[in-house]
């Protein structure tokens, strides 16, 4: 698997040397026990100072780094966090969408995930992924588009890093690519094999987890969310609502799918104006040209910006709604792990798939006739992934989604004979390019100060 990878940062290896990294051989860990008084109960009490964890990326074989560090401060940490701090919770309640969690693990309830489950489900995946005190351990049997697996991996291990001891035992398969595999109609007798992917639909009990582009999508230079939603918010600052093109907007790869190539039919000619821009992105060329036409921060110039899918769900639903410009959604058929919870005419504006350019042009002119309603809706849709999409909540739902999921299994997650084990540490160190910088700028430093949000129960109702 590692040498699979490592093709791909050969390729990449002309940008390498751009890129600042971290190659302190030594890890610095130092966790100090304070001993405070407690003035109410005037008993000793022991605060662990988790401030004080750092990880580091611990390159100790350059390149050539193929297994863990040995002495590792993630042990230590998870040995710590497991003693100390698994069962606290957190004062504040978890983002609405997680009650998804609840929902699509549905099919299982009833049955636990069997073993035998588990395998039904070995030729549908492309990854076994399991987790057992706190390592984790992957094994590839299939080939995914471009990195997907190799960053979906990462965000794992990240994952690992920021909540040391409450990732429960378990292994689980991963589905990587656009499609949902677990189709409904075809399981209504047998209990579905478990899969993970990054997506669902209405048809589908695939299990929805976030998609690689969170740590960052190398092959289209977009940076690790934390970093674009902050590029974005910066450069959307500069342009105000009103003084915004009263335009929809839309940029990417027109032929992914129909709804795509009619959404091109709506552009602007000389004999007709739909209220609707459209701009066709060649990856290929962007590549060539050093992705300069296609950075997200500069998409933000239109009052209106456009969502439509392209082969399934696209990662560019966060990056569009991030824009302080009202989205229109061309009726999706597929969700995200948040999107499911997003409200029409208060978080995005929808467009029927069915007469796209004729809806989009009467929303324009809605938006333009109603500008501090238009405007609101663009304020909701960025708020919400401002607020409840930021990268620590995208932690927090794939922690309470394994914790449910783990729940759930009736027999002993083991490491399988064709597993290895991954850390940062071969998995970014074999790297060069792009690959390496997202690795290394999406790396957590230190264990949460913080516990998870705290998850809703199947029963509460809102
Ligand atoms: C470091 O990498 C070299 C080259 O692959 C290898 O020969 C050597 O055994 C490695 N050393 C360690 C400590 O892994
Ligand atoms: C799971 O099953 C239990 C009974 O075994 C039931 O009480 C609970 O509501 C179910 N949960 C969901 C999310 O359906
Ligand atoms: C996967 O294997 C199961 C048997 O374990 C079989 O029923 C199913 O048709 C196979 N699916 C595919 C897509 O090959
Ligand atoms: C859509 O129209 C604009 C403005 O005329 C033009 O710049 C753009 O290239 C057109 N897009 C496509 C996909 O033809
Ligand atoms: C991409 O490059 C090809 C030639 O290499 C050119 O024909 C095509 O118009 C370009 N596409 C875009 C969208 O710029
Ligand atoms: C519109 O979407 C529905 C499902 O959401 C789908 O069944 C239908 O084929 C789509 N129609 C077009 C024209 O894309």
């Known amino acids: 698997m590692v040498k699979r990878w490592a093709v791909f940062s050969i390729t990449f290896f002309f940008i390498y040397f751009l890129f600042l990294i971290d190659w302190n051989p030594y890890i610095n860990h130092h966790d100090t026990y304070k001993i405070t008084k407690s003035t109410s109960h005037s008993k000793t009490i022991r605060i662990i100072n988790r401030h004080q964890t750092k990880y580091k990326l611990n390159c100790f074989n350059g390149s050539h780094t193929k297994t863990c560090p040995k002495d590792d401060s993630l042990v230590h940490a998870f040995h710590q966090d497991h003693q100390h701090s698994s069962s606290s919770s957190s004062s504040f309640t978890c983002p609405e969408y997680f009650r998804w969690i609840h929902e699509d693990l549905k099919p299982w309830n009833n049955t636990g995930i069997t073993r035998e489950m588990m395998e039904r489900g070995l030729n549908i995946s492309q990854l076994r992924i399991s987790i057992i005190k706190g390592k984790a351990y992957v094994e590839v049997y299939g080939g995914s588009y471009q990195t997907r697996d190799l960053y979906t991996v990462w965000g794992i291990v990240q994952l690992l890093r920021l909540y040391p001891g409450r990732v429960p035992d378990l292994e689980l398969l991963f589905e990587t690519g656009d499609a949902t595999v677990l189709d ?58 009103k003084d915004r093109i009263p335009y929809a907007f839309w940029k990417g790869n027109s032929y992914l799918s129909y709804a795509r190539r009619t959404l091109r039919t709506c552009n602007v000619t000389d004999e007709q104006d739909w209220n609707t821009r459209v701009y066709s992105v060649n990856w290929n060329n962007e590549t060539l040209q050093g992705f300069k036409n296609t950075k997200l921060e500069d998409q933000c110039t239109h009052r209106y910006k456009i969502y439509v899918e392209g082969i399934s769900w696209s990662v560019s639903e966060k990056y569009i709604l991030a824009c302080d410009s009202m989205t229109m959604f061309i009726k999706p058929t597929y969700y995200d792990f948040f999107s499911r919870s997003l409200v029409p005419y208060k ?89 390496k910088k997202f690795m290394v700028d999406s790396m957590v430093k230190s264990p949460s100060h913080t516990p998870p949000c705290t998850m809703f129960s199947p029963y509460d109702k809102q």
């Not at 409904?184 to 579905?192: G, H, I, S, V």
């Not at 639909?201 to 934390?226: H, M, N, R």
Request: proline fraction near 7%; charged fraction near 30%; hydrophobic fraction near 40%.
């Open 184 to 241: 409904k109609q075809q399981f209504r007798r047998l209990t579905p094999p478990p899969i993970f992917s990054y997506c669902g639909q209405k048809d589908s009990l695939d299990i929805v987890f976030p998609d690689w582009s969170y740590w960052g999508w190398a092959e289209t230079a977009i940076k690790p969310w934390e970093k674009v939603l902050k590029d974005i918010k910066e450069s959307s600052k500069k342009i105000k609502w």
């Open 347 to 435: 978080h995005f504006w929808p467009i029927s798939n069915k007469s796209i350019c004729e809806d989009i042009k009467y929303a324009v002119d809605w938006g333009n006739a109603h500008p501090e309603k238009a405007k609101a809706i663009g304020r909701e849709g960025t708020r919400f992934v401002e607020e409840n999409v930021k990268m620590m909540f995208v932690y927090d739902y794939m922690l309470h989604l394994l914790i449910e999921y783990a729940k759930l299994l009736r027999f002993e997650p083991t490491i399988h004979p064709d597993a290895v084990e991954v850390c940062s540490e071969n998995l970014a160190c074999p790297k060069g390019g792009l690959w």
